[in-house]
């Protein structure tokens, strides 16, 4: 009777436990205050649907839901901290918050329940295994699968970074040009940011447009938008702009010895990352190379030991 009890009552714990998951999450203030003040390209559905408002690929769709219901209670109970703060990283990407906790939500599930079913199958092999391991190995790689997406958001990061500043290099140069010809400094800014393509222009467009619209000087716009993305070449660009408009001096070779610094930096790094790619070919030939040996001389050092 106990034990029928005691099943029961987990079963409508269970119960109760799948519902409240399925309902929707209250959405905290700062998550509507984010999905509004996020450009409509870019908002929690809107890339992954059509015409119909059915998205488009069913696994975006799945983390796009997980990502609505789990991020409030992730931000709430404190889970959110264990990977730190990601809203720069996010911003610089153009990730909705929404879908890269689905994204964690949804590896965190796999890597749970990824071992179960192996530790199902070799149960039913007759491999019996002592309970505390597969519950282990369950909660590991659990948590390992919850950090994995935000390795990968932190390396999709740095790469946005990169091309941002390559983009910031370029965009001195036209301002310079632009001052060249005789305009002055917000006219050759507005101007050179709408010659640009791509994301990196289209951010400075924005931060330009809404510097008219705040009372802000385009050279705070620029390191605001530096501030939030975690941008120190933007940030320094900004300050440059700032000395440029009340001083006036030499605004010309300025901004292209900036540009110019930006381009050696960016050589820097890319002699940096080749060379990594260099030592870890290096690594791979020296490890074939042992493997190889070893495979050669198994068969006499077996003959010796037999001997």
């Known amino acids: 009777m106990i034990l ?12 109760c436990l799948l519902v409240a998951g399925l309902r929707p999450a209250p959405v905290s203030f700062a998550s509507r205050l984010r999905q509004l003040d996020r450009p409509a390209g870019t908002r929690p559905g809107a890339a992954a649907t059509g015409p119909d408002s059915e998205p488009a690929d069913l696994l975006a769709a799945m983390r796009l839901w997980l990502g609505l ?8 109970s404190g889970l959110a901290g264990l990977s730190g703060d990601a809203s720069a990283d996010l911003a610089v990407t153009g990730t909705p918050a929404e879908a890269h906790a689905g994204s964690k939500a949804l590896a965190g599930l796999t890597g749970l329940l990824a071992p179960a079913m192996l530790t199902l199958l070799l149960q039913t092999a007759g491999l019996e295994l002592p309970l505390l391991v597969p519950l282990w190995v369950c909660l590991s790689s659990a948590l390992v699968g919850y950090l994995v997406p935000d390795l990968r958001l932190r390396r999709a990061a740095a790469n946005a970074r990169r091309a941002f500043r390559t983009s910031i290099g370029a965009f001195l140069d036209l301002v310079a040009m632009r001052m060249a010809s005789g305009s ?7 101007d050179a940011a709408s010659i ?21 000087t385009p050279a705070q716009a620029l390191g605001l938008l530096g501030t939030q993305l975690h941008l120190p070449d933007l940030v320094d660009v900004a300050t440059r702009l700032r000395l440029v408009d009340t001083s006036g001096a030499q605004a010309q070779a300025s901004l292209r010895a900036q540009a110019a610094s930006l381009r050696d930096r960016e050589l820097a790094d890319a002699q940096g990352r080749a060379n990594e790619q260099s030592q870890s070919m290096l690594v791979a030939q020296v490890v074939l190379g042992l493997g190889f040996v070893l495979f050669l001389g198994y068969p006499a050092v077996v003959r010796v030991l037999a001997t």
């Open 4 to 15: 029928a009890l005691l099943s029961g009552l987990g079963f409508g714990m269970g119960v």
């Open 69 to 76: 219901r789990t991020l409030p209670r992730a931000e709430r």
């Open 184 to 190: 002055g400094l917000a006219e050759a800014l507005h």
């Open 196 to 216: 640009g393509s791509g994301p990196a222009f289209a951010r400075i467009r924005g931060a330009l447009a809404d510097a008219r619209t705040d009372g802000l």
